[in-house]
């Protein structure tokens, strides 16, 4: 069964500073999507960033960005010039298509951008 | 971008009552939905998944007779809690599929408070 894993709870940043949240996880499929999402305090699921595993390129999305380690199996996200608004909880989830299609996430890790 | 409308988004229900939340992929026609459950500063959990025309598939320790799963169409998935009780209380949260490009889009979640 796949398993992801976010080893850090919680962090605290300064507004305008760069960020990094961790994410490793475990399967012995060869295709499979991951993803970063976020859950600001109105706990709207937020799709920050995809990435497909056949890729070797790292997925970017404007301040945010990734750096996917498929053999390592780590799925980091880098948020850079932090604002305010980037204060929310944030999940790595994996999904493996062609299957049962379903998003497996980790516990989160829960972000304070402070002012 | 696709859209996902989950109503409602806070009931409160008696002990031994039942409740129905909805969730209506808006803008594409969803071959799958997924249920979740979310209790407070935790991850999402998924409850089961649901495919139009056909039973949903339930994760391990989820009770088929007390959260009763419906996709009758394309663009609607229900999820009835049965005879509710303190404990169901939570927050619940659908997401669809777009089977055109792997997309994952969530409901806005439906807060439960049984009382």
Redesign the interface.
Known sequence: AQTVTQSQPEMSVQEAETVTLSCTYDTSENNY?L?WYKQPP????I?VIRQEAYKQQNATENRFSVNFQKAAKSFSLKISDSQLGDTAMY?CAF?K?QG?????????T?LHILP | GAVVSQHPSRVICKSGTSVKIECRSLDFQATTMFWYRQFPKQSLMLMATSNEGSKATYEQGVEKDKFLINHASLTLSTLTVTSAHPEDSSFYICSARDPTDDGYTFGSGTRLTVV
């Open positions: 999507y993803f109105s706990r709207q699921m799709l999940f999904m298509p049962d299609d379903k998003i497996i996430f980790g516990k989160g829960r």
